[in-house]
């Protein structure tokens, strides 16, 4: 399966998005497995890129040394003079070239390790018909637990919100606290020591109610 969008990716990293289409690809990478999976997979490049200096992308040109055997010509009148092109014209060159490096060497060395955390994120989605609260999950394994990111709508204004993560042997966490005054497609951390696998449900809770469930 292959995704139109997954060509925003690259500006999306990079944040090179306005924030109305940055709203509107995060809303998408939210349904779109394909993108995620391009997400996880790219996500370090930002960091490599990073690392790269102007002056590693300057390749020194040294002029060839003259045949003895040629005879000079003789000396040609001088044009005038032309202003030098604007060194930043060679930007778009030379960091294309540098993000195609990078990305053969991240496929090359990071994308056997980074298979196995692309399957374990997950999207979970659910409405409470009662409250009319709208939510979604993104849930991400990790070797201390999971890392959680809540997307919640229609939530009551000026509340304080509580996440509760259930386990499947009955535990229970706190996985975050928020304040419900932020836009409806903003994105909101949490965590929790269980594992993807042992999650059973997540509630958002307000003043001891339960707005939504979210569960797999």
């Known amino acids: ?29 939210r349904g779109c497995t394909t993108c995620r999976r391009e997400m996880v997979r790219l996500a370090p490049l930002p960091g490599l890129l990073g690392q790269v200096r102007p002056a590693d992308l300057e390749l020194p040109f040294e002029d060839p040394a003259p045949d003895p055997d040629l005879r000079p010509l003789p000396p040609e009148p001088e044009p005038e003079p032309v202003p030098p092109p604007a060194r ?73 919100c509580k996440l509760i993560v259930h386990d499947r042997s ?24 269980f594992r993807v696998a042992d999650i059973e449900r997540l509630d958002v809770v307000v003043d001891m109610r339960v707005l939504v469930s979210v569960r797999p």
């Not at 969008?5 to 940055?22: F, Q, S």
Request: proline share 5%.
């Open 1 to 29: 399966m292959s995704c139109d969008r997954t060509v925003a990716l690259g500006a999306y990293l990079l944040g090179a998005l306005d924030p109305a289409e940055r709203s509107s690809f995060e809303r998408h990478v």
């Open 88 to 160: 930043r014209r060679r930007w778009p060159v030379l960091v294309g070239a540098a993000v195609l490096a990078v990305l053969v060497a991240v496929g090359a060395v990071l994308v056997p390790r980074l298979v196995g955390d692309d399957r374990a994120a997950v999207t979970w989605h659910a409405a409470d018909a009662g409250t009319g609260v709208v939510a979604s999950a993104d849930l991400v394994a990790k070797s201390w637990g999971t890392e959680l990111w809540m997307s919640l709508e229609n939530a009551p204004r000026g509340a304080r």
């Open 170 to 193: 009955g535990r229970t966490e706190i996985g975050g606290w928020w304040g419900t005054d932020h836009a409806p497609d903003e994105r909101i951390p949490g965590s929790t020591s």
